[in-house]
């Protein structure tokens, strides 16, 4: 059986690199004032878009011209994501960043990535409105899961994590713990993820994580208004909070948010909670509905 993991989640203040080596300067020092307490490190989705502005030529009205810039930027981007994990040694999500695949598309990325700088990616999925009407970024692959120290885990960006079946599949290849980076400028879209982290921890017994960009970034195209919250969600049952909270930051601030995640809890409830969501999932689809007859 595994061991407990030590996990931190940074609630990531939006800010304004002038360079690849400003942003890289910047992140490890963020990750420093993280790994004393933590073993995997989790950044949110898009916390390098911070960049895009810099990237464009200074203030990015043009969300287009921003993307263009980030992507082309993506490699020295992520070559600096590997140094940081590289050179302190540990695990780490940087959030995601956006990247040209093979056909031309723009796709979502995050980056799982290890302490000797291997890596793996886990593209995003289902597209929001703004991605897609706006940004023009591409539907992402299918689910992965991670091999890591503490057995295996999934990541479900953002709006992924709204989805049932994403983070199931997760669960059914034996992810124990859902990374669920996210990116939101309102209160409504942060609580979109937030409660469907918690329900797919609810439904599959397992731990949901989320984390935030934070801040407001008016020279920012992409990244002009972020809010939310880290939490990190378990099953509502026996051995864990009553609403089934085991962390949660405060909102809209930067700062790391810690939590220890033993697999074992989640092998215990599942075996004997008051109820058994993770057993109980249906197995086979449902017959589509027919009208009830009243009598």
């Known amino acids: 059986m595994s061991a407990p993991l030590r996990l931190g989640l940074l609630q990531y203040g939006v800010g304004r690199p ?6 890289a300067r910047a992140l490890e020092a963020r990750l420093e ?35 263009a810039a980030m992507v082309d930027a993506a490699p020295d981007i992520l070559e600096a994501m590997r140094d940081a994990a590289r050179r302190l040694g540990v695990w780490l999500l940087p ?27 886990q593209e995003k ?17 299918d689910p992965k899961v991670f091999d890591t120290p503490w057995g295996r885990i999934g990541i479900s960006v ?13 669960v059914e290849a034996g992810a124990w713990l859902v990374l669920a980076p996210s990116c ?30 934070v801040g407001e970034a008016p020279w920012s195209a992409a990244l002009d208004v972020n809010r939310g919250q880290a939490a990190v969600f378990g099953p509502v049952d026996r051995g864990f909070p009553e609403d089934g909270v085991l962390a ?8 790391w948010v810690f ?3 033993d697999p074992a809890r989640i092998e215990r409830v599942r075996e004997d909670g008051q109820v058994r969501n993770h057993r109980d999932w249906p197995r086979a689809p449902f017959a589509r509905p027919t009208a009830a007859v009243f009598a």
């Open 18 to 23: 002038a360079s690849v080596a400003d942003f």
């Open 33 to 67: 004032a993280g790994r004393a307490a933590a073993e995997l490190l989790v950044l949110p989705e898009y916390a390098c878009v911070e960049l895009g502005a810099a990237m464009a030529g200074g203030e990015a009205t043009d969300e287009a011209r921003e993307l």
């Open 95 to 121: 959030g995601t960043l956006p990247m040209r695949r093979g056909d031309g598309a723009v796709v979502n990325r995050a980056p799982l990535i290890a302490p000797d700088g291997r890596l793996a990616f």
């Open 125 to 141: 999925r289902a597209m929001t409105r703004f991605e897609t009407e706006r940004w023009g970024v591409s539907q992402g692959a």
């Open 158 to 170: 953002c709006y992924d994590v709204e989805f049932p079946k994403h983070v199931r599949t997760q």
């Open 184 to 213: 939101t400028d309102t209160l409504h879209g942060f609580n979109r993820v937030a409660i469907g982290a918690a329900a797919r921890a609810m439904e599959n017994q397992c731990y949901v994580a989320i984390t935030p960009t």
């Open 248 to 255: 949660r930051g405060e909102p809209d601030v930067e700062h």
């Open 259 to 261: 939590c220890t995640l």
